[in-house]
């Protein structure tokens, strides 16, 4: 009994120098341009959507995030915050958005696989190591659902009906106007 | 010294010859507007255009991105844009100004330039996967 407590104490040292030997090596590809293996890619993959939907699990929405004029509000933030990176619906991120790794993706498939308060946490806490920010102490709660409800809306959203839903929310801005500055365009 | 004669033009025969029937091949397999690019840049621009945050692609590890078609078997699409032949040309153009050839299209301009383009298509063209499994 003794020699397998033993030879498990000597495997675990040994693992634990070959992992430390490993960091220190410099041997890890770090840069954005060499892409994860599969095996990675659904770890992490598996691990952020199980962790976000027990975060969100008790969250619920505080009203009916069909409201068009919440729906409005949330466009305009949508595109002082969010547009930068994610884009829109036939709008392109920001150059800089797609070099990252992983790369934001577009939110119209997040839309129809999330639920909207599952949505609501991320923004408001952000997912580490993913370049996904926290903006808790950025926006107010009320900010986030109403992007959420933007966000909710773009599986049904055509390239056509966004461009014409810029174009109206700019001219009636609304709440949001108070509080769109500080994300860019 | 009459052997040399003959020697001398059919060694550079054979020096000559192999050269010319190289490229005869290149040629015979690439479309001209894709010889010389490459495939290996086009396959990083891939994902550093952002184009796998839509469409699966082939030989890149990412999700189940159904925002726009698949990638996988691109040479047996007949065409791009909905309505263009799939030519090489045509799926550069597309790539380059997606906007300018359908206006509505929910693909956005990704600022990719036309030499890039040109080796996105050639890698895609490369590629021998399909959808039903691999293999030509």
């Known amino acids: ?185 | 010294m009459r052997g040399l004669k003959f020697a001398v033009p059919a060694l550079a025969a054979m020096l000559v010859l192999p050269a010319c029937q190289e490229e005869e091949e290149a040629r015979s397999l690439e479309p001209p507007a894709l010889v010389g690019a490459d495939t290996e840049r086009g396959k990083l621009a891939l994902r550093l255009h952002g184009c796998t945050t839509c469409h699966v692609a082939p030989g890149v590890v990412g999700g189940n991105q159904r925002i726009g078609p698949t990638l996988v078997g691109f040479t047996s699409r007949r065409y791009v844009a909905g309505s263009l032949p799939n030519t090489p040309e045509n799926a550069i153009h597309w790539i380059v100004s997606p906007q300018a050839i359908t206006p509505d299209s929910a693909m956005p301009d990704m600022g990719v330039d036309y030499e890039t383009a040109r080796d996105i298509v050639a890698y895609l063209r490369s590629q021998t996967e399909t959808e039903w499994g691999s293999g030509s």
């Open chain 1, 1 to 185: 009994m003794r020699k397998v407590f033993g030879a498990i104490a000597v495997f675990l040292v040994l693992s634990a120098l070959g992992v430390v030997a490993f960091l220190y090596s410099g041997m890890y590809p770090i840069g954005a341009t060499t892409q994860h293996s599969g095996i990675i890619y659904r770890a992490v993959d598996t691990l952020v959507r199980q962790a976000v939907m027990e975060s969100a699990k008790d969250i619920s929405p505080p009203g009916n995030l069909e409201d068009p004029d919440l729906r409005r509000a949330g466009l305009i933030l949508y595109r002082g915050w969010c547009l930068q990176c994610h884009g829109a619906p036939g709008v392109a991120p920001s150059p800089f958005a797609t070099g990252m790794n992983p790369p934001p993706p577009p939110l119209v498939q997040t839309a129809r696989e999330w639920q909207a308060k599952e949505v609501w946490w991320v923004i408001d806490n952000g997912i580490a190591m993913a370049g996904m920010p926290a903006f808790r102490f950025k926006l107010t709660d009320e900010e986030m659902w109403a992007i959420t409800a933007f966000v909710a809306s773009l599986p049904e959203l055509s390239p056509a009906a966004y461009a014409a839903m810029v174009k109206e929310a700019e001219a009636n801005p609304g709440f949001a106007a108070r509080r769109g500055k500080g994300g860019g365009s």
